[in-house]
């Protein structure tokens, strides 16, 4: 077993590493994808199974994650060396964690990069002036333009780079303690303007009465997918964060107090949107159409909405860039720890070699909008269903496995239990991360491959 670095840094605080673990699970698929599949799915029945699903699958997997890497502690295929070996086969897992958050990162950057833009579009009023046919257009004339979607892309991906250039402490860990309570504070703000329209209560009805007719199997299978996408698993996140961890940290309370705020953010997205859109008498619609396309619409009817589509616009930017953060940084910790760069010259290749493997996906909506990568995809969709439905289930489902079945539990269970916890809470932690998340993690991948359509 290898020893774990003695010079590696870590978390300043404890609330600096949840603010930071909480940046990388809220992201763009808090703010219009969680309210796209609730919506399609029956609202308050679906929030309950989605709700059941963190606690049953995303936890679980979550503390494995972050014990994985606390006591590793190095990168995600430097802690899977430590803990088996260089000759384990495990630490394939590790790499395929790294491959995912580098492709990740990648395509992530230009739908990224449209928030960056519609930023500036709100603040400069090109959101509230001609008609909405006009508005509405502005999302086609974007990713039209192949130069412009670049431009956007390759600011958000330098945005990315400078702040995990300083470090754990200097960068990561001081922007989020910045840019979460920013991001905190624009939601509420947004909320509450929502609760107040004429959109809330039909909001808050559609989201905690629950209408069981409309849930089906179907529905299960999507809470229990995004249930594991959105607390950023399978992606060697939180092995990475968990490595800057010291040995007294509660990882059960931490991993709660994540899931919590990215599901508190989800839940009040969620509540936001559908006041906006039932205020307007809209029917709910979904993908990257009901954010950059329909809600511009519907901010032009709402008193000062240039200001509401601004604040809108900069919560979209902050949700993405501290979930790119996190990305970047489990790629920067493999080169730093495993070909010991260092961090400034490892964080500049990294970013730039991200932007260049983003500029297919970029291109995609534009001048290789015919190219396709797998059969009747774009390079845009292909990374996305490559990483998203098959990379990301599989790194969730061989780290329940190792945790459940390969790891001693007696290591876990000194690992994780102290005076402050009982015992039983390792072992309910123990039998779901066995039996419970493999088995949801692979219906999950089966629902991905199309076999329950």
Same mark, same amino acid.
């Given at each position: 077993?290898?020893?774990?670095?003695?010079?590696?840094?870590?978390?300043?605080?404890?609330?600096?590493?949840?603010?930071?673990?909480?940046?990388?699970?809220?992201?763009?698929?808090?703010?219009?994808?969680?309210?796209?599949?609730?919506?399609?799915?029956?609202?308050?029945?679906?929030?309950?199974?989605?709700?059941?699903?963190?606690?049953?699958?995303?936890?679980?997997?979550?503390?494995?994650?972050?014990?994985?890497?606390?006591?590793?502690?190095?990168?995600?295929?430097?802690?899977?060396?430590?803990?088996?070996?260089?000759?384990?086969?495990?630490?394939?897992?590790? &790499?395929?964690?790294?491959?995912?958050?580098?492709?990740?990162?990648?395509?992530?950057?230009?739908?990224?990069?449209?928030?960056?833009?519609?930023?500036?579009?709100?603040?400069?009023?090109?959101?509230?002036?001609?008609?909405?046919?006009?508005?509405?257009?502005?999302?086609?004339?974007?990713?039209?333009?192949?130069?412009?979607?670049?431009? &956007?892309?390759?600011?958000?991906?330098?945005?990315?780079?400078?702040?995990?250039?300083?470090?754990?402490?200097?960068?990561?860990?001081?922007?989020?303690?910045?840019?979460?309570?920013?991001?905190?504070?624009?939601?509420?703000?947004?909320?509450?303007?929502?609760?107040?329209?004429?959109?809330?209560?039909?909001?808050?009805?559609?989201?905690?009465?629950?209408?069981?007719?409309?849930?089906?199997?179907?529905?299960?299978?999507?809470?229990?997918?995004?249930?594991?996408?959105?607390?950023?698993?399978?992606?060697?996140?939180?092995?990475?964060?968990?490595?800057?961890?010291?040995?007294?940290?509660?990882?059960?309370?931490?991993?709660?107090?994540?899931?919590?705020?990215?599901?508190?953010?989800?839940?009040?997205?969620?509540?936001?949107?559908?006041?906006?859109?039932?205020?307007?008498?809209?029917?709910?619609?979904?993908?990257?159409?009901?954010?950059?396309?329909?809600?511009?619409?519907?901010?032009?009817?709402?008193?000062?909405?240039?200001?509401?589509?601004?604040?809108?616009?900069?919560?979209?930017?902050?949700?993405?860039?501290?979930?790119?953060?996190?990305?970047?940084?489990?790629?920067?910790?493999?080169?730093?720890?495993?070909?010991?760069?260092?961090?400034?010259?490892?964080?500049?290749?990294?970013?730039?070699?991200?932007?260049?493997?983003?500029?297919?996906?970029?291109?995609?909506?534009?001048? &290789?909008?015919?190219?396709?990568?797998?059969?009747?995809?774009?390079?845009?969709?292909?990374?996305?269903?490559?990483?998203?439905?098959?990379?990301?289930?599989?790194?969730?489902?061989?780290?329940?496995?190792?945790?459940?079945?390969?790891?001693?539990?007696?290591?876990?269970?000194?690992?994780?239990?102290?005076?402050?916890?009982?015992?039983?809470?390792?072992?309910?932690?123990?039998?779901?991360?066995?039996?419970?998340?493999?088995?949801?993690?692979?219906?999950?991948?089966?629902?991905?491959?199309?076999?329950?359509?």
């Amino acid at each position: 077993m290898d020893a774990p670095s003695s010079l590696r840094s870590g978390w300043a605080s404890r609330i600096g590493f949840i603010l930071a673990a909480a940046g990388s699970a809220i992201g763009l698929g808090n703010i219009w994808k969680f309210p796209y599949i609730a919506g399609m799915h029956g609202g308050g029945a679906f929030v309950l199974v989605y709700l059941a699903c963190i606690l049953l699958l995303g936890l679980p997997i979550m503390v494995a994650e972050l014990l994985i890497g606390r006591c590793g502690q190095r990168d995600a295929v430097g802690s899977f060396v430590a803990l088996e070996g260089r000759s384990s086969p495990w630490r394939l897992v590790g &790499w395929a964690s790294v491959l995912a958050a580098f492709v990740l990162l990648a395509f992530y950057s230009v739908v990224a990069g449209w928030s960056f833009d519609y930023v500036f579009k709100a603040a400069i009023g090109a959101l509230h002036r001609g008609t909405p046919e006009q508005v509405s257009s502005l999302f086609s004339q974007l990713t039209a333009s192949p130069w412009r979607v670049l431009f &956007w892309q390759a600011l958000f991906i330098m945005a990315t780079v400078g702040i995990v250039i300083g470090g754990i402490r200097g960068g990561i860990e001081r922007w989020s303690k910045i840019l979460m309570p920013g991001l905190f504070a624009l939601l509420i703000l947004l909320f509450l303007y929502a609760m107040f329209s004429p959109g809330g209560p039909q909001a808050l009805r559609f989201m905690f009465v629950p209408d069981f007719s409309r849930l089906t199997s179907q529905s299960v299978l999507v809470a229990l997918g995004h249930a594991f996408f959105t607390l950023s698993l399978g992606a060697g996140v939180m092995i990475t964060y968990g490595s800057y961890l010291d040995a007294d940290a509660d990882l059960f309370g931490l991993s709660l107090r994540i899931a919590f705020l990215d599901t508190l953010v989800a839940m009040l997205a969620s509540l936001t949107i559908f006041s906006v859109v039932f205020s307007a008498g809209m029917p709910i619609g979904g993908g990257p159409g009901l954010v950059f396309e329909t809600l511009p619409i519907l901010f032009m009817q709402l008193p000062f909405g240039q200001l509401w589509a601004l604040v809108f616009f900069l919560l979209l930017a902050f949700a993405a860039l501290t979930s790119a953060i996190s990305m970047l940084e489990v790629v920067v910790a493999y080169v730093i720890d495993e070909c010991q760069w260092q961090r400034s010259h490892a964080t500049f290749l990294v970013g730039v070699s991200a932007f260049a493997l983003g500029i297919p996906c970029a291109l995609s909506f534009n001048l &290789w909008s015919g190219i396709t990568l797998l059969p009747g995809r774009t390079v845009f969709q292909s990374f996305d269903l490559l990483v998203s439905s098959y990379m990301l289930p599989l790194g969730g489902l061989l780290v329940a496995v190792y945790a459940g079945w390969v790891w001693s539990a007696n290591q876990e269970k000194g690992a994780l239990v102290n005076l402050r916890q009982p015992t039983l809470l390792f072992g309910v932690w123990h039998f779901l991360v066995r039996y419970f998340a493999p088995v949801a993690v692979l219906l999950v991948l089966l629902h991905e491959a199309g076999l329950f359509r």
